[in-house]
């Protein structure tokens, strides 16, 4: 069974960076899409960045310029690099996988991790 666990998290100042890992297990598919989301208490799920197997990177607001997501096959981990953070990106960051094919069909993941405590202090 597929199991996403991040790890990363933590509190820093404005102008400092973190690097979140999205570690997958049991995976089984043959393509892979996946994405990191931030949700703040009482604000809906954010997008920030999405890879998939193909090599396709995309990446929503304020993760533009900012945030790198890269993806390490042999270990089947993927990394959120954050680099100039600001109090605006604090929240619970959360992982996601489908295969690709579920993303194009269904257009959602389907695999969430428990999410990783990122907190940003002026």
């Known amino acids: 069974q597929e199991q996403l666990m991040e790890s990363g998290g933590g509190a820093v100042q404005s102008g400092e960076s973190l690097t979140l890992a999205c570690a997958v297990s049991?995976?089984?598919?043959?393509?892979?899409?996946m994405g990191w989301y931030r949700q703040t208490p009482g604000q809906e799920l954010q997008g920030v960045a999405h890879?998939?197997?193909?090599?396709?990177?995309t990446y929503e607001g304020s993760a533009k310029g900012r945030f790198t997501v890269s993806h390490d096959n042999a270990s089947m981990t993927t990394y959120l690099e954050m680099h100039n953070l600001q109090p605006d990106d604090t929240g619970m960051y959360f992982c996601?996988?489908?295969?690709?094919?579920?993303?194009?069909?269904?257009?959602?993941?389907?695999?969430w991790g428990q999410g990783t405590q990122v907190t940003v202090s002026p």
């Open positions: 049991g995976w089984t598919e043959t393509t892979y899409c």
């Open positions: 996601a996988a489908a295969s690709c094919w579920t993303m194009i069909k269904e257009g959602r993941y389907v695999h």
């Open positions: 890879l998939a197997s193909t090599g396709a990177i």
